[in-house]
């Protein structure tokens, strides 16, 4: 079935470095791929997502880009802030129907500054 | 727009003990879906429905069930709690089409004795 695989946190970043979480997947076809946030007590909300191959998506300061030939969707940003410290969750659908999100098991990221 | 709210926020129960968790959205959509995030285990999807009257497994349905009378109310019962089902539990909406953002609730934290 469906999957998806992301590096293990947490990771602990200073104030202004750059940030990479890794996501691979494994899927029939051609998914829809996304990153969501969940800051601490909160519900998630999307951050980004990428619905074919090389599509980029980007906010706030965060770029993914679907990469079909290695079936990765890694998460970058330049400079964090502590205001990023969150656990970041790589997700995808199928596009075909009606099909439910397929969630990583989700990367906690500190921020110090 | 309140978006995706859910009740209690947070629940203690007795093994055996029955409750049911309450889910409402406002944005018409006619996606909705239920999900459990443990440590480590990332969201799994326990249920899920593509509109009223039509509810669907997902990947941990045993021990919940669901029912879609509304569009609006998306209910998950659990019949007699379990040590083994102390977790967050999310609800979730999006319109229909799997490439679309799903729009979550803070969650329900639930602990059972």
């Known amino acids: 079935g469906d999957s998806v695989t992301q590096m293990e946190g947490p990771v602990t970043l200073s104030e202004e470095a750059f940030l990479t979480i890794n996501c691979t997947y494994t899927?029939?076809?051609?998914?829809?791929l996304f990153w969501y946030v969940q800051y601490p007590g909160e519900g998630l909300q999307l951050l980004l997502k990428?619905?074919?191959?090389?599509d980029k998506g980007s906010n706030k300061g965060f770029e993914a880009t679907y990469r079909k030939e290695t079936t990765s969707f890694h998460l970058e940003k330049g400079s964090v802030q502590v205001s990023d410290s969150a656990v970041y969750f790589c997700?995808?659908?199928?596009?075909?129907?009606?099909?439910?999100?397929?969630f990583g098991k989700g990367t906690r990221l500190s921020v110090i500054a | 727009n309140a978006g995706v709210t859910q009740t209690p926020k947070f629940q203690v129960l007795k093994t055996g003990q029955s409750m049911t968790l309450q889910c409402a959205q406002d944005m018409n959509h006619e996606y909705m879906s239920w999900y459990r995030q443990d440590p480590g285990m990332g969201l799994r999807l326990i249920h899920y429905?593509?509109?009223?009257?039509?509810?669907d497994q997902g990947e941990v349905p045993n021990g919940y069930n669901v029912s879609r009378s509304t569009t609006e109310d998306f209910p998950l019962r659990l019949l007699s709690a379990a040590p083994s089902q102390t977790s967050v539990y999310f609800c979730a909406s999006r319109v229909q089409g799997s490439s679309y953002e799903q729009y979550f609730g803070p969650g329900t934290r639930l602990t059972v004795t």
């Open positions: 997700a995808l659908t199928r596009n075909s129907g009606n099909t439910p999100l397929v």
């Open positions: 990428a619905t074919k191959a090389d």
């Open positions: 429905s593509v509109g009223a009257g039509i509810t």
């Open positions: 899927a029939t076809g051609y998914p829809s």
